[in-house]
């Protein structure tokens, strides 16, 4: 599974009460273009199953359910590198059918989408990078 993430679309997370240094229930708001990182820290709670410990832009550690996970992945919350390109793919795709129908106003829509993937793209693969070089370093 790869390490680091990018949140696609705004959401908000109810952080459960044993994360360390906190107290009390919040909620923790993650804006589109926030990187995610899964960090290799997990435990398991009797009755609640496994939590990872996850990052937001390097700051903001909390732990998560798997559970929680998987339902902002598969709402398409957040997406890997591989899941961008795989969009990238289908826009180009749409952004070519677009031509092909002479369809300017699908074409706009179609090509600001492909620009804003590429950017979230862009942001992820610096951030990895970057992450990447630290650790060796």
């Known amino acids: 599974m790869s390490r680091h993430f990018i ?17 009390q229930p919040h909620s923790v708001e993650i804006k589109k273009a926030d990187i995610l990182t899964i960090n290799s820290e997990r435990k398991y709670i009797i009755g609640a199953g496994w939590y990872f410990l ?17 339902k902002y992945y598969t709402s398409g919350s957040f997406s890997s590198v591989t899941d961008i390109e795989l969009n990238l793919i289908y826009w180009q795709y749409k952004l070519n059918q677009a ?25 992820l693969k610096d951030f990895s990078n970057s992450n990447n070089a630290t650790a060796a370093g």
Do not use: M, R, W
């Open 7 to 23: 949140a696609i679309k705004p959401f908000s997370h109810q952080v459960d009460c044993f994360t360390p240094g906190e107290e």
């Open 99 to 123: 031509l092909d129908d002479a369809d300017e106003l699908q074409f706009g829509y179609v090509a600001k989408e492909l620009t804003e993937l590429e950017s979230l793209k862009q942001k």
């Open 54 to 70: 996850i990052g937001i832009n390097d700051h903001s550690n909390f732990f998560i359910s798997v559970s929680d996970l998987e």
